[in-house]
């Protein structure tokens, strides 16, 4: 029987999130009657995609399944400059949802990548770490594991330094970091860490709510980093915490109807 839930704070959108959104309506408004497209999930939230689906937006995987010269918007985590070039090309009207975070990240890939080698700090496959690391070449880790395995390919004559994704763990990007220390002593490390503000504060308070708390309910989609995230670090010390999709929501609705609990 639930007895009380607690409601972590800050929680919801971030500010990068709720741009993207609301840069998509504003070019959709701009350009009424006309198809516009999307590159990728606007952002990692399947009720927002849908939404904009029932609203006309059309989402696309690639840029071949736009016709040229349409309007096609990027995504809130960014693209590779291979990408801008390729719309470019074909003639394609721009517009660029990415995050303002992530855009830095990109501009210091840019100042660095003729000086330094890079280890990226990511998630493979992940549409952040794609887009940045299609800004130069780098070593993609996601563990400490992944450092010592790269012990052969860095030339210890040459700057060496690391970016990271925007939405990662805390605490085990910590970890990631202090074995590039130990790995390789002559690393310089950036003056600031590229997680960014909305992640680090959700998952502060995920972490300060779990005396409080048996398990942990968190509102997002399988598919977003920060979503999981949370999970993860519930699951650390309550292991029965879960994530609800819209479609688990159903399903909870369910089991709790002889509860107390009312959901909306
Ligand atoms: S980088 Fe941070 S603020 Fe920007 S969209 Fe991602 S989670 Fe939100």
């Known amino acids: 029987m639930l007895e009380k839930i607690y409601l972590a704070n800050p929680r919801g959108f971030c500010a990068g999130v709720k741009y993207a959104i609301s840069y998509v309506e504003q070019v959709q408004a701009a ?52 990408v801008v070039e390729a719309a470019k090309q074909r003639g394609m009207k721009i517009g660029d949802a990415t995050c303002p975070l992530v855009t830095r ?75 590039i220390s130990k790995t390789f002593p002559f690393v310089e490390h950036p003056a600031k860490d590229d997680i960014c503000y909305a992640t680090t504060e959700r998952q502060e308070a995920v972490s300060l709510m779990m005396q409080e708390i048996d398990a942990m309910l968190v509102i997002g989609a399988d598919n977003s980093s920060n979503s999981l995230r949370l999970l993860q670090l519930a699951q650390k010390s309550k292991p029965h915490s879960f994530i609800l999709s819209k479609r688990s929501l159903v399903e909870i609705k369910a089991g709790f109807r002889s509860s107390s609990i009312k959901f909306k």
């Open 31 to 82: 350009n009424s009657g006309e198809q516009i497209y999307v590159r990728k999930e606007i952002v990692h939230n399947r009720r927002v995609v849908e939404d904009m689906k029932k609203r006309g937006i059309r989402f696309i995987n690639d840029l071949d399944e736009a016709p040229d010269g349409s309007t096609v918007v990027f995504s809130a985590h960014g693209v590779a400059p291979s």
């Open 105 to 179: 990240v990109h501009r210091k890939a840019r100042k660095i990548k003729d000086t330094h080698q890079i280890i990226y700090i990511g998630h493979e496959g992940h549409d952040e770490a794609i887009g940045t690391m299609g800004e130069a070449s780098m070593f993609l880790v996601e563990s400490p594991e992944d450092v010592v395995r790269l012990k052969d390919r860095i030339d210890p004559d040459k700057p060496l330094t690391y970016l990271m994704q925007t939405t990662l763990s805390v605490a085990d990007t910590k970890n990631v970091v202090d074995q």
